[in-house]
């Protein structure tokens, strides 16, 4: 589908007997990142929407001929909502997926049923917040090397490893097999990494009169926006409910797939 000039987003639905659900990864990351195991729980009751974000999977990559801000890719999944056909729809964000999903809160509350955001910051007040974790800071120095095919699934693998946190049980071959299948299904092998250049300007939003029932998923392994970020955002939007999911990194490994899926379902419960 067009979501501007020159760009097209690429986006699925995998049918269920509900209200359609619209998942909205993390930066530089590809609708596969979202675990085919938590597709399958959450289809068990909506109709689950995940699409391409620009520069990654099958959606164009092309942000030095058409750059962009973070506010266009909010509006990229308000895009895929219309080309589907979708009024409304319970939205679940993941990183910087939940920042977008905050700033449709605040822009598009007609849009939403319901959000759940995990594993993000608030878009305001967080300054005195944690920062990642040096060793991640480190690596993402290194996103836009060159390596070849083998090299850049041992340096995704480990991206994963750091991401995951500690207590998750962390399975390399499956990480390795997750961005395999993203490889194959973006048919390119380097590491996205546009949306670390995208503007960021304009983000602060003031959700205290929120009137979109919001659950944040506290992360406590989170090595990105690590505890008590979860609490702030909560405590930012008027209504959130906190939820924390046990061993929940910056990662979807299986053995955290059914706590979060029960915590959306709860959630997006009529």
Known sequence: MAVGPGVEVWAEEIEGP??????????????????????????????V????????????????????AVLDLAADAIAVLDAFGVGRAHVV???????????????HPERLHTATVLCTAALSGWADLPSPDPALTRLWGELTDERTR?????????????????????????????????????????????????DQEGLERDLSQNTVPTLVVEAPEDPVHPPPHAAHLASSIKGAELVRIEGLGHALPPAVVEPLAGAILTHTRP
């Open 150 to 198: 083998a090299q850049e699934l041992d340096w995704r693998v480990e991206h994963w490893r750091l991401l995951n946190g500690p207590v998750a049980e962390f399975d390399a071959g499956w990480f390795r097999a997750l961005e395999e299948r993203i490889m194959e299904h973006s048919g390119r092998e380097d590491s996205p990494a546009a949306h670390a250049a995208a």
């Open 93 to 107: 964000g993941m990183s910087l997926g939940g920042t977008l999903t905050q700033l449709l809160l605040a822009d």
């Open 18 to 47: 509900g209200e359609p659900l619209l998942l909205v990864m993390g930066a530089n990351a590809s609708a596969l990142t979202w675990p085919d195991e938590l597709i399958a729980r959450l289809a068990e009751r909506h109709t």
């Open 49 to 68: 929407l995940r699409y391409d974000h620009r520069d990654t999977g099958r959606s164009t990559h092309a942000f030095d001929d058409h750059p962009y």
